[in-house]
Nanobody, 114 residues
Framework: QVQLVESGGGLVQPGGSLRLSCAASQSIYIHTMGWYRQAPGKERELVATITTGGSTKYADSVKGRFTISSDNTKSTVYLQMNSLTPEDTAVYYC?????????WGQGTQVTVSS
């Protein structure tokens, strides 16, 4: 059973930065890695994705502030988050799509507050 282990969440002041990481418990083929988030009372939404070829996609709300990257040899995906605002407060989930299905991380809390 593949597990995704997330790290890097926490409390940060507005304007600050955080870097999230998500690693698979074993080496697997992954077509697309992504980050999603869910704020209280809201639906889960796409934040960013990256394919094995390096193509990226971002939600409009994070463009220019967040950067997704990956290390395919380590089955790991990262999310560098800069210029954070309170609206970025949410539980962040990583997702690995291997074509026939996908895996989800357990979620990591990101709180942006002064």
């Amino acid at each position: 059973q593949v597990q995704l282990v997330e790290s890097g969440g926490g409390l940060v002041q507005p304007g600050g930065s955080l870097r999230l990481s998500c690693a698979a418990s074993q080496s697997i083929y992954i077509h697309t890695m992504g980050w999603y988030r869910q704020a209280p009372g809201k639906e889960r939404e796409l934040v960013a994705t990256i394919t094995t070829g390096g193509s990226t996609k971002y939600a409009d709300s994070v463009k220019g502030r967040f950067t997704i990257s990956s290390d395919n040899t380590k089955s790991t995906v990262y999310l560098q988050m800069n210029s954070l605002t309170p609206e970025d407060t949410a539980v962040y989930y990583c997702n690995f799509d291997y074509g026939k299905g996908d895996y989800w991380g357990q979620g990591t809390q990101v709180t942006v507050s002064s």
